[in-house]
């Protein structure tokens, strides 16, 4: 594949979707940034620009992976898992988990986030937006940054060479993808064993409702299910506000 690579770019993503517009990128694209000026988030995070911190998008091509349109919505949660797959190699013995639908948290503050985002061009792609807490440390940050957020330098007191924990998610995104492709029956599965929300009491909100309920997982489409006063509850969008 190739790689675009940036000093300061204002967003990978945004960078990826221009490469899109453009012209038929057919093999997987990797466009990296040492510094992002406009990293885009879901809600209004900021942390991702920081230097020590991977930041990179990758294109995935229809002719690529050959990964379905109808299963482009699963598309957040295997780069999800692939991210937390990536980490069980870079960091053994701390197990990251994902919270849905793309959040990696390690040791109860969120590591990476994910923003997947559907280009238009003369065929659609998908533009997998990964951020990545590596060498940048948040114990010295303002308290409401250092209680949700970590990195792995926090996590284990050293150092990383962030190609190598790139390469380590590349290899992953490679795995997990064909997985997609081929309908994998068991992915389901390990997006369910790595739910960092299952068992909690989860309130989440979509444009129109607010919703709290014990959390039974997430089901084999994606959706997360909450155990409400109503019965069980499906969700395919939303912004998780708490969560105990
Ligand atoms: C989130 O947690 O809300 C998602 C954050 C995603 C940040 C990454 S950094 C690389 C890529 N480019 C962007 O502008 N955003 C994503």
Redesign the pocket.
């Known amino acids: 594949g190739e790689v675009d690579y940036h000093e300061t770019v204002d967003?990978?993503?945004?960078v990826a979707l221009a490469h899109c517009r453009r012209r038929a990128v057919d093999g997987p694209l990797l466009v990296l940034a040492a510094q992002?000026t406009?990293?885009?988030?879901?809600?209004a995070?900021s942390w991702?620009s920081v230097a020590g911190s991977l930041?990179?998008?990758l294109i995935i091509s229809p002719t690529g992976l050959g990964v379905s349109q109808e299963r482009w919505p699963q598309a957040s949660l295997t780069t999800g898992l692939s991210v937390c797959l990536a980490l069980d190699h870079v960091v053994p013995g701390i197990r990251s988990a994902l919270k849905w639908p793309?959040?990696v948290f390690l040791n109860g503050g969120?590591v990476c986030?994910?923003?997947v985002e559907v280009a238009e061009g003369s065929t659609q792609s998908l533009v997998l937006?990964?951020?990545i807490n590596v060498n940048n440390s948040f114990v010295d940050a303002p308290p409401e940054l250092t209680t949700i957020a970590t990195s792995l330098a926090d996590a284990t007191g050293r150092e990383f060479d962030r190609t190598e924990v790139l390469i380590a998610l590349l290899k992953q995104f490679e795995t997990q993808f064909r997985r997609l492709a081929a309908n994998d029956p068991q992915l389901p599965a390990d997006w369910l064993q790595r739910c960092a929300l299952r068992g909690l009491t989860v309130t989440i909100e979509t444009p129109t409702h607010r919703t709290t309920g014990r959390c039974a997982g997430i089901d084999p489409q994606g959706a997360l299910v909450l155990e409400t006063v109503e019965g069980p509850e499906r969700f395919f969008g939303g912004v998780i506000t708490s969560f105990e």
Do not use: E, H, V
């Open positions: 967003s990978t993503n945004d992002q406009r990293g885009r988030g879901r809600g995070n991702w930041t990179f998008s793309n959040d969120k986030g994910i923003l937006g990964i951020g």
